[in-house]
């Protein structure tokens, strides 16, 4: 106790009434392993002592809960769910916790239980995946990690949870967190920074080419990280790295709301591939009990010749509202988006993308495929901007829909903001629909209807499912076929 | 094989077949012709299922089976192929993945085991061969942009490949030129065996001097009004179905 009030010294006359405020009210006990819903610089604080961290980022945290309060919860024209409380949410549990978990595979949706039988999952996974309380935790991936660590260690690159990279590398930490994606950017960045709760750093040094693909999947603690998790990318000059997020399995989470930062900084020369397969739990057939992810992700070409790409197939969540940008700072720099969004049953998901070029030469691609059945809406959104000093930018954006049955919606909103004439911007849509023929024609051939949708879906997206390391492609198309499941016929 | 008893079927409440009577026996071939509009396709299309058009009196049966009650995929495990009159396109899909997943599925339906990737590319690059196909169409999308002769092409190969009992063949010929004509022949030929049947509709009597029928039939406004042997075609192509119909009508006073 005695540690965190010295953190919370300082001259600010504000500051000093705030820690006043904190040593008068702030009554739970720093030992407690959860914290009661609601959320107030109390709660921030707590968060902050209970991982032990400097001051920096205390302060950090302070102003961003402080400038949230001033933000309004953002509206949008494609996306409906009820009204988040912000303070009936518990932003604090440490990992032990999960009591309020199933007891057994028995308690676990069977429609979920199904798909993990689909994907070829083995049990013992199934039940880490499900949240099934008590489960040994020492499964093959831990081993597997370990030597990767090792493997990761001689090439000198870090990769480790965000608060241990908080604790052994602060001023690496410092001197980047925010600088892409400032708490002040919007409201659940802002939120974000206030309560995050873990994630993932990776830093690459200069030079270095990272001798294998990053993934959460291999991190020990990936399971845990909550709902407000915070990534950091680092790539220093002439540097490369992949990073996969997320599983193709879906995984039931107690938390409806999930608000995530991801930052990728690419300086000179560098290069960083993040890809994602997001399967959140998308809720039941009426749509109840699913995800709303909120997420921002926003890669920073600061170098010249840099490049960031972006991969995401998004089949899950009930709510998902994500556009990862690229800031094209440096000169000839390279941004892609390349992005399979599959919505079903009511499902509703407004993605897409920001390309901003600030430096000359800078090229963008973004081919998004919208894919929308049952209920559905699917919404693209994309901004091109182009800032008056950089000459010569290009950017090619490709966006087709594809509708299955005809209850569904998609929707495509492309804004274009050139303010160079000397800008190349280039712009494709389509809109298809799986056609009564077509699975006639497939069916006359003895291809099911589920496999016929399969088929036609993954070839509508096979631009994109090219992009993705190659066993996570194997497994993204058996995902939309699962996803896809009963669709049609 | 198949045995159709007064089968009768409308779209839209518009009754298009009007008492269809046709059976059709292991190793035979029959060949149907008749004016545009009488109600060719939409036989083949009852006979593999599609949706939309119902059977308002009739039976058919396949294989000792109640056709009716199979979907059309079941009917397609079953052997029957249809080569469209006008086969769709299918972009983003690929011809070879396509046919894969085809092979497969009436593998598995028979309980047979996946074909391997080497075996299947070796039984593609044969048959396609076998109609003269130019090898890039596999790797297209499916259908997508072909020409009309290599749609048709195309179907022979599928059909080639999935090597059913009884293969429907709707007017395969029409649109080809000279050597495709003879391909789709040859095709269809190195398939005719004792135990396998083909249905071939078609206006032109080339095509049954390269495919010799053992039956022709002249369909007319939904009813078959005249059988024969391969002779009949003769007789159509040089007389047309003007006196066929008169001498129907006449029948019918
Ligand atoms: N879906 C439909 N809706 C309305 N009418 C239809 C439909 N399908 C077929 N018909 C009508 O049924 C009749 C028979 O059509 P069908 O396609 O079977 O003729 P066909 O004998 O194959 O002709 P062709 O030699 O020109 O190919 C035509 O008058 C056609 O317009
Ligand atoms: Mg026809």
């Given at each position: 106790?005695?540690?965190?009030?010295?953190?919370?010294?300082t001259?600010?006359?504000?500051?000093?009434?705030?820690?006043?405020?904190?040593?008068?009210?702030?009554?739970?006990?720093?030992?407690?392993?959860?914290?009661?819903?609601?959320?107030?610089?109390?709660?921030?604080?707590?968060?902050?002592?209970?991982?032990?961290?400097?001051?920096?980022?205390?302060?950090?945290?302070?102003?961003?809960?402080?400038?949230?309060l001033t933000?309004?919860?953002?509206?949008?024209?494609?996306?409906?769910?009820?009204?988040?409380?912000?303070?009936?949410?518990?932003?604090?549990?440490?990992?032990?916790s999960?009591?309020?978990?199933?007891?057994?595979?028995?308690?676990?949706?069977?429609?979920?239980?199904?798909?993990y039988?689909?994907?070829?999952?083995?049990?013992?996974?199934?039940?880490?995946?499900?949240?099934?309380v008590?489960?040994?935790?020492?499964?093959?991936?831990?081993?597997?990690?370990?030597?990767?660590?090792?493997?990761?260690?001689?090439?000198?690159?870090?990769?480790?949870?965000?608060?241990e990279?908080?604790?052994?590398?602060?001023?690496?930490?410092?001197?980047h967190?925010?600088?892409?994606?400032?708490?002040?950017?919007?409201?659940?960045?802002?939120?974000?920074?206030?309560?995050?709760?873990?994630?993932?750093?990776?830093?690459?040094?200069?030079g270095?080419?990272?001798?294998?693909?990053?993934?959460?999947?291999f991190?020990?603690?990936?399971?845990?990280?909550?709902q407000?998790?915070?990534?950091?990318?680092?790539?220093?000059?002439?540097?490369?790295?992949?990073?996969?997020?997320?599983?193709?399995?879906?995984?039931?989470?107690?938390?409806?709301?999930?608000?995530?930062?991801?930052?990728?900084?690419?300086?000179?020369?560098?290069?960083?591939?993040?890809?994602?397969?997001?399967?959140?739990?998308?809720?039941?057939?009426?749509?109840?009990?699913?995800?709303?992810?909120f997420?921002?992700?926003?890669?920073?070409?600061?170098?010249?010749?840099?490049?960031?790409?972006?991969t995401?197939?998004?089949?899950?969540?009930?709510?998902?509202?994500?556009?990862?940008?690229?800031?094209?700072?440096?000169?000839?720099?390279?941004?892609?988006?390349?992005?399979?969004?599959?919505?079903?049953?009511?499902?509703?998901?407004?993605?897409?993308?920001?390309?901003?070029?600030?430096?000359?030469?800078?090229?963008?691609?973004?081919?998004?495929?919208?894919?929308?059945?049952?209920?559905?809406?699917?919404?693209?959104?994309?901004?091109?901007?182009?800032?008056?000093?950089a000459?010569n930018?290009?950017?090619?954006?490709?966006?087709d829909?594809?509708?299955?049955?005809?209850?569904?919606?998609?929707?495509?909103?492309?804004?274009?903001?050139?303010?160079?004439?000397?800008?190349?911007?280039?712009?494709?849509?389509t809109?298809?629909k799986?056609?009564?023929?077509?699975?006639?024609?497939?069916?006359?051939?003895?291809?099911?209807?589920?496999?016929?949708?399969?088929?036609?879906?993954?070839?509508?997206?096979?631009?994109?499912?090219?992009?993705?390391?190659?066993?996570?492609?194997?497994?993204?198309?058996?995902?939309?076929?699962?996803?896809?499941?009963?669709?049609?016929? | 094989?198949?045995?159709?008893?007064?089968?009768?079927?409308?779209?839209?409440?518009?009754?298009?077949?009007?008492?269809?009577?046709?059976?059709?026996?292991?190793?035979?071939?029959?060949?149907?012709?008749?004016?545009?509009?009488?109600?060719?396709?939409?036989?083949?299309?009852?006979?593999?299922?599609?949706?939309?058009?119902?059977?308002?009196?009739?039976?058919?049966?396949?294989?000792?089976?109640?056709?009716?009650?199979?979907?059309?995929?079941?009917?397609?495990?079953?052997?029957?192929?249809?080569?469209?009159?006008?086969?769709?396109?299918?972009?983003?899909?690929?011809?070879?993945?396509f046919?894969?997943?085809?092979?497969?599925?009436?593998?598995?339906?028979?309980?047979?085991?996946?074909?391997?990737?080497?075996?299947?590319?070796?039984?593609?690059?044969?048959?396609?061969?076998?109609?003269?196909m130019?090898?890039d169409?596999i790797?297209?999308?499916?259908?997508?942009?072909?020409?009309?002769?290599?749609?048709?092409?195309?179907?022979?190969?599928?059909?080639?490949?999935l090597?059913?009992?009884?293969?429907?063949?709707?007017?395969?010929?029409?649109?080809?030129?000279?050597?495709?004509?003879?391909?789709?022949?040859?095709?269809?030929?190195?398939?005719?065996?004792?135990?396998?049947?083909?249905?071939?509709?078609?206006?032109?009597?080339?095509?049954?001097?390269?495919?010799?029928?053992?039956?022709?039939?002249?369909?007319?406004?939904?009813?078959?009004?005249?059988?024969?042997?391969?002779?009949?075609?003769?007789?159509?192509?040089?007389?047309g179905?003007?006196?066929?119909?008169?001498?129907?009508?006449?029948?019918?006073?």
């Amino acid at each position: 106790m005695t540690k965190r009030s010295e953190k919370v010294e300082t001259a600010d006359p504000i500051e000093e009434f705030l820690a006043q405020d904190y040593e008068h009210g702030f009554v739970t006990d720093i030992e407690t392993d959860a914290l009661p819903p609601g959320l107030s610089e109390e709660v921030v604080r707590f968060i902050s002592a209970k991982k032990n961290e400097p001051e920096f980022l205390l302060e950090w945290r302070l102003k961003a809960y402080r400038h949230w309060l001033t933000l309004e919860e953002p509206k949008w024209a494609h996306v409906n769910y009820p009204k988040i409380d912000f303070n009936a949410i518990s932003y604090y549990s440490a990992p032990k916790s999960k009591t309020d978990g199933p007891k057994s595979l028995d308690e676990v949706d069977p429609e979920l239980l199904k798909t993990y039988e689909k994907l070829g999952i083995p049990l013992r996974e199934q039940k880490r995946l499900a949240g099934v309380v008590a489960v040994d935790v020492v499964f093959d991936s831990v081993s597997i990690a370990t030597t990767f660590r090792e493997t990761l260690k001689e090439a000198g690159v870090i990769f480790c949870s965000f608060a241990e990279a908080v604790q052994d590398y602060p001023e690496l930490v410092e001197a980047h967190l925010g600088s892409v994606v400032s708490y002040r950017d919007n409201f659940y960045a802002a939120l974000n920074a206030a309560v995050f709760s873990d994630g993932s750093f990776c830093y690459i040094p200069e030079g270095v080419r990272c001798p294998m693909e990053l993934s959460t999947y291999f991190r020990i603690n990936a399971a845990n990280t909550g709902q407000f998790e915070r990534t950091l990318i680092i790539a220093e000059p002439g540097s490369y790295v992949s990073y996969l997020e997320g599983c193709t399995a879906p995984m039931r989470d107690e938390n409806q709301l999930h608000a995530a930062v991801v930052e990728l900084i690419a300086k000179e020369k560098a290069e960083i591939k993040y890809s994602t397969v997001q399967n959140w739990y998308p809720g039941d057939k009426d749509g109840k009990g699913g995800i709303y992810n909120f997420v921002t992700k926003r890669g920073d070409c600061r170098g010249d010749h840099s490049k960031i790409s972006w991969t995401q197939i998004e089949t899950g969540s009930a709510v998902t509202w994500k556009y990862p940008s690229v800031i094209l700072r440096g000169d000839h720099s390279v941004g892609e988006f390349y992005s399979v969004a599959l919505t079903n049953n009511y499902q509703q998901a407004d993605t897409g993308t920001k390309m901003i070029h600030m430096g000359k030469h800078t090229k963008s691609t973004i081919i998004s495929k919208g894919i929308s059945a049952g209920h559905s809406q699917n919404a693209y959104r994309g901004l091109v901007r182009v800032a008056a000093k950089a000459d010569n930018a290009r950017n090619f954006t490709q966006c087709d829909s594809l509708l299955v049955g005809s209850k569904c919606g998609a929707h495509t909103f492309p804004y274009l903001e050139a303010r160079n004439k000397t800008a190349k911007l280039e712009h494709e849509a389509t809109t298809s629909k799986i056609g009564e023929d077509q699975l006639f024609y497939l069916a006359q051939r003895g291809i099911s209807a589920d496999d016929a949708v399969s088929l036609i879906v993954n070839g509508f997206c096979k631009e994109v499912l090219n992009e993705l390391p190659m066993e996570f492609a194997v497994e993204a198309q058996k995902l939309l076929g699962i996803n896809l499941e009963g669709s049609v016929g | 094989m198949l045995t159709i008893k007064d089968l009768h079927v409308s779209v839209d409440n518009k009754a298009i077949l009007k008492g269809i009577n046709l059976t059709i026996k292991a190793g035979e071939v029959h060949a149907i012709m008749g004016p545009n509009g009488s109600g060719k396709s939409t036989l083949s299309k009852v006979l593999a299922g599609r949706d939309g058009y119902t059977i308002t009196r009739g039976t058919i049966e396949f294989m000792g089976q109640d056709l009716t009650e199979l979907e059309p995929c079941d009917r397609a495990h079953a052997g029957l192929f249809l080569a469209f009159q006008y086969p769709v396109e299918i972009p983003g899909v690929s011809n070879v993945q396509f046919l894969k997943a085809a092979v497969n599925a009436v593998r598995k339906a028979k309980g047979e085991e996946e074909i391997s990737s080497v075996d299947f590319l070796k039984l593609v690059r044969e048959k396609m061969a076998l109609v003269d196909m130019d090898q890039d169409l596999i790797y297209r999308s499916l259908n997508d942009g072909f020409s009309g002769g290599e749609k048709k092409r195309n179907e022979t190969l599928q059909m080639l490949m999935l090597e059913p009992t009884l293969a429907i063949l709707d007017e395969t010929d029409s649109g080809l030129d000279i050597d495709a004509l003879q391909s789709v022949a040859k095709g269809v030929n190195s398939l005719r065996s004792q135990d396998r049947s083909f249905l071939m509709i078609t206006h032109y009597q080339r095509l049954l001097n390269h495919i010799e029928p053992d039956f022709i039939h002249v369909l007319a406004r939904g009813e078959i009004i005249k059988s024969g042997d391969k002779s009949l075609a003769q007789e159509l192509e040089a007389k047309g179905y003007g006196w066929l119909l008169q001498e129907q009508a006449d029948e019918c006073e």
